[in-house]
């Protein structure tokens, strides 16, 4: 599509339009045949590999292409996995390394997630002419059915739009790619699931204020059995600070005896940069009262006075109760709060949040989501309070039935992220913060998975090594 077609941002993004060019390839009438025409700003592969590329050429296919053809290369999760998932064959000959290093190891399962479980919405039902209510959103074996169901109507929607008169006038062929799109999704996933129907769960649907249905995810309980088609080079290099070699050989179905494990025997931290402590306040969980969070909330404000004159960072499990603590500390120290999530009400995004942090000097970030993927180096954190231990949501379906079929998993689950927790404001040998933990549950956790606690934390936990 030409970009001249597209003269409107905004409309262009309503449309699903992949960039200001157009789409990277659409369908056309010619001479009363149906054919495909690509963008014609978009490149082949070979043209990058031999540099014949035209100097106008799309960035995003410029970089891909590049990073295929070139001996190595970097990748996030989605873009190479979305390769492995869906143009293995096509890119065939460009994948055929020797190595793959794969960063923060400890998320693969949550990004292999995203290419085996499906979520349907309630646009999608009432696209489709279905009643919601004739669905029962807690049995898989109904899911199953809506899938089915939309598959057939998407099926018959093509139909009837290509054989009705206005189509065969205008041919509308944006329509129907995307009904086509939704139809071949609907499809593969009755297929995936019936493939292996005890593998599956169907989480709690989720509602509006209304009490209607608003969207349903279904997902897998083991990754195991996918993950090696994302693991196909001779060798694989499984990076992260907080992994054990059990768990994680079970939950990505890799024999033991395949894999060696470096477990580095010392963090190269200096202990005194690095400490941790664990204050035992209160045990929080949902049998805690009243008193027992008010407590928690009362020591976090005496630490905060401690630390009057730098900035740092509070964590703990759920944003509701980001809102109480904000809602119980002193005037003076509510000043100094940001609340940081990954979408943030005021519409600013995590980084703005993150920058305005870095201006204010005594500023201190509040989050239940800043476990990981953050980087509060030197001055922006010189202190850090974890709060509540973050125990993944056991209200989930997947994650009790996870928890049934792997009995440790829950616990590697919030080990690792306190591990990563403690990671956040000491980002070099010279970087230095102290931790404060205050929900005494750790304890347990620590206890339980103490076999899977990477030795580098051993010093600073008071593990004994003999």
């Known amino acids: ?92 000959e460009y994948l055929d390394r020797k190595v793959t290093v ?72 944006e329509l129907i790619t995307g009904l086509e799109r939704r139809h071949d999704r609907s499809a593969q996933a009755k297929i995936d699931i019936m493939s292996d129907k005890d593998n599956f769960v169907v989480n709690e649907p989720m509602k509006d204020l209304n009490g209607n249905f608003r969207t349903i995810s279904v997902k897998p309980i083991d990754v195991s059995k996918f993950a090696n088609s994302f693991f196909e080079t001779e060798y694989q290099i499984f990076m992260s600070a907080t992994i054990d070699k059990s768990s994680f050989c079970e939950n990505m179905g890799l024999r033991q005896d395949d894999v060696a494990f470096v477990d580095t025997p010392k963090s190269p931290f200096p202990i005194e940069n690095r400490s941790i402590d664990l204050l035992n306040i209160r045990r929080l969980s949902y049998g805690s009262t009243e008193k027992d969070e008010l407590e928690v909330i009362k020591t976090i404000d005496r630490i905060m006075d401690e630390h009057s004159d730098e900035r740092g960072l509070i964590l703990t499990s759920s944003i509701p109760r980001c809102q109480k603590i904000l809602r119980y500390l002193s005037p003076k120290n509510t000043q100094r709060i940001r609340l940081c999530h990954s979408k943030n009400k005021d519409g600013k995004t995590q980084d703005e949040v993150i920058s305005e942090h870095a201006t204010d000097p005594t500023g201190v970030l509040l989050s239940s989501s800043l476990w990981e993927g953050v980087d509060l180096k030197d001055d922006l954190s010189r202190f850090q309070i974890i709060a509540k231990v973050p125990y993944p949501n056991y209200t989930e379906k997947r994650t009790r039935a996870k928890m049934n079929k792997f009995p440790l998993w829950y616990t590697s689950q919030t080990l690792t992220k306190i591990l990563q927790g403690f990671g956040r404001s000491i980002r070099s040998e010279d970087d230095w913060a102290k931790t404060y933990v205050l929900d005494t549950a750790v304890n347990n956790v620590f206890f339980k998975g103490q076999q899977m606690i990477p030795k580098a934390y051993y010093d600073v936990l008071g593990i004994d090594t003999a």
């Open 102 to 173: 794969f960063d923060e190891a400890h998320k693969i399962e949550d990004q292999i997630i995203q290419f085996v479980g499906f979520d349907i919405f309630s646009g999608q039902v009432d696209e489709c002419n279905l009643n919601s209510e004739k669905y029962d959103f807690t049995d898989l074996d109904s899911m199953i059915q809506l899938t089915d169901d939309m598959a057939f109507s998407y099926a018959k929607k093509i139909k009837d739009i290509k054989e009705s008169a206005a189509f065969q006038n205008n041919p509308d062929y």
């Open 1 to 92: 599509m030409d970009s001249e077609k597209v003269n409107n941002d905004r409309r262009a993004m309503r449309w699903g339009l992949t960039c200001d060019k157009g789409e990277c390839q659409e369908r056309v009438n010619k001479n009363g045949k149906e054919i495909f025409e690509v963008c014609k700003f978009k490149p082949t592969i070979k043209q990058v590999e031999e540099n014949t590329q035209d100097s106008l050429s799309c960035h995003y296919y410029m970089q891909k292409y590049d990073a295929l053809v070139s001996k190595h290369s970097l990748w996030n999760y989605h873009a190479f996995f979305t390769i492995m998932k869906f143009n293995k064959k096509l890119f065939e």
